[in-house]
Every structure is written in C-alpha cells, then in structure tokens.
C-alpha cells in the first residue's frame, strides 16, 4: 500500500510524526509540491494526502490506481469531489480539529481590534509612556465587548464555541438563520437573516464554508448594512469575502475595522488591497495551526486512514 503525502510542512514541520501513517504502508511525505509535480509525485499511489495542493479532476484521472484521498483539513474544496464520485475514489476530511484552535484567535483578532494592544505596545516600546506627563494615555480608541452584539455567519462546531465565548465575555449573539433548520441547541441566541444580523451586530465573524452560495457573500452592498462602527472577522475562507470591496470599506469608513486570517489566494499577492487598508489586521492563516490542534489533525488523518484500509471508512465527504 502506497500513501503519499503531497504538503506535509505545514503540519509537521518537525515537531510531530509520520509514523503512525508509516506503520499503514510505504510512505513518501513531500513538504511542497508545486502544481507540474502533482502527477509524478502521486504516479503508484493508492492513497493520497493533501492539505492545500489542488486534485483537479484531471489529475485524479489519470492515476488508475488511487483508491483514497484524504484532506488534511476540514475544507475539501481543492478536491474535484465531482470527479472523484465517478471514478469511485473515497475522499475524506478532518472535522473539528481545530474548533479550540480557532475559536481563540477570532478572539485574538477581536480583541486586538478593541483595545489595539500591540499598537499600544509598540508605542510603550518606543518611548512615548517614558516621555508622558500622564500616568497613561490611548493613541486609539478603546472598546468594551460587554453587551455588545455578535453576528456569526456559520453556525457549526467552530460557531458554537465562539459563541460560548462571547457569552461568557458578556455579549449578545446572533446566529445567521437557515430554514427548517432545528435551532433547538440555540438557547439565548438570536437567529436572523443576512441583511439583519449584519446591521444588528458591533462584530459580525464569519464561520461558514466556502460554497458556491457564500462565495462573494460579503461585499460592498452587504458592506454597507453593517454599522459604520462595525467589526468584521474571518478566519474561515477567504473568497466568502470580495477583498477589493473590503478595502473600500474600511478606507472610506463604511465599517471601523477588520481582523482575517484567511485570504482568497494565500499567500497574498502584494497588490492585494487589504495589505494597505485602514485598521485592517492580518494573520497568516494559522488559527488552525497550534500544536494542540495539529496533533488531534495527525492523529485524526492516521484513524481515517485505518478505518479506511478496515474496510468502514469514516469522515466520508460525499
């Protein structure tokens, strides 16, 4: 049984093992492979790991043999799932892994936003409080989550506990409503279309997948029905999120300010607007990325692998 992983590095970049996957069969783990080593490097395999390198449907057609791809995530958009159904391949994903993870990074980006810590910091750094007459000073402004309202588009795992913490932070939440759907597990929390969770919410944070339907769902007219003293948050996928329209917003003071950890081409192209917008702050797509959470994805990726030469597959996406 041939496995091969085809982006490993961001996973383990050392300080986790392969070995579990080896005791499974020959193994061949690659940290980068660029889109023309795709064919090569998969050419023999019957299973395949990958995080973020692209299986179009070409490419899985032209390995006979593959019989199992498994995403090293919880996103299996960079899987032709289409093509992958004909011919038979099993793909499967990594549910809620990383629910902790990211949870808590939403609330590094929200918290940075309202009390700009490290901007204070740096100025602390630089001289200014050694140089004050006052026993303090703020350079920007400085804001209170209690009572404040939450907007969470993408009520799963990840929703659910972001919403526990703003809760505890004592916030008010609203969750984007889906129809007919059983919204019985949402006990103190609003449920509300779009267009009025958004001009509802102080932070609207975003936690759906990408999907034809939420593709560009943020944009300048969606924008615009937030308040001009509005938050928003990403950290699920970038394209939900028209960039060029968002820049627009916070340089002409539609919303006050942004926190994204996911772009929709990464890593960014440097004409990327949002790399030059006002009060917008960036991380490199690392809420996912602990060692707490890449743990539980190595050993979650291992159990799907065995459960899948067992013959009962598990964490099946189609």
């Given amino acids: 049984m041939k496995i091969v992983v085809l982006d490993g590095y961001t996973l383990n970049p050392g300080d986790l093992t392969w070995d579990g996957l080896r005791e499974l069969g020959e193994l061949a783990v690659y940290d980068r492979t660029p889109p ?32 199992y791809v498994g995403v090293l995530a919880t996103g299996y958009n960079v899987i032709d799932i289409e093509m992958a159904a004909k011919l038979g391949i099993v793909v499967t994903n990594i549910p809620a892994y990383s629910t902790n993870s990211v949870a808590q990074l ?17 100025s602390v750094m630089s001289g200014k409080w050694s140089g004050s007459v006052d026993f303090t000073y703020r350079d920007y402004p400085l804001t209170e989550l209690a009572s404040k309202t939450l907007g969470i588009i993408g009520f799963g795992t990840i929703g659910k506990k972001v919403s526990e913490i703003a809760m505890a932070f004592g916030m008010n ?6 129809p007919k759907s059983d919204q019985s597990h949402t006990t103190g929390i609003s449920r509300a279309a779009l267009p009025e969770l958004l001009s509802n919410s102080d932070i609207v944070s975003i936690h759906c997948p990408l999907t034809p339907e939420t593709a560009g769902m943020i944009n300048i007219n969606t924008l615009r029905l937030m308040k001009r003293s509005a938050f928003l948050i990403n950290t699920s996928r970038g394209p939900i999120v028209v960039e060029k329209d968002l820049a627009e917003a916070l340089n002409e003071g539609i919303i006050a300010g942004a926190g994204l950890d996911v772009l929709s081409v990464e890593p960014p192209p440097e004409d990327n607007p949002l790399l030059r917008a006002i009060n917008c702050i960036i991380t490199p797509h690392i809420a996912w990325a602990t060692l707490e959470s890449r743990t539980r994805l190595m050993k979650m990726a291992v159990q799907n692998v065995r459960a899948f030469l067992s013959g009962s597959a598990i964490n099946v996406v189609f």
Avoid: W
Avoid at 40 to 64: H, V
Avoid at 173 to 178: C, D, E
């Fill in 36 to 67: 023309d080593k795709v064919p090569e490097r998969s050419e023999g395999a019957d299973i395949l790991l990958t995080n973020k390198t692209l299986l179009t449907g070409e490419i899985l057609k032209s390995l006979p043999g593959l019989k």
């Fill in 106 to 122: 939403t609330f590094a980006l929200i918290l940075e936003l309202c009390f700009h810590a490290q901007k204070h910091s740096d």
């Fill in 173 to 178: 939440v609203i969750a984007l409503s889906k």
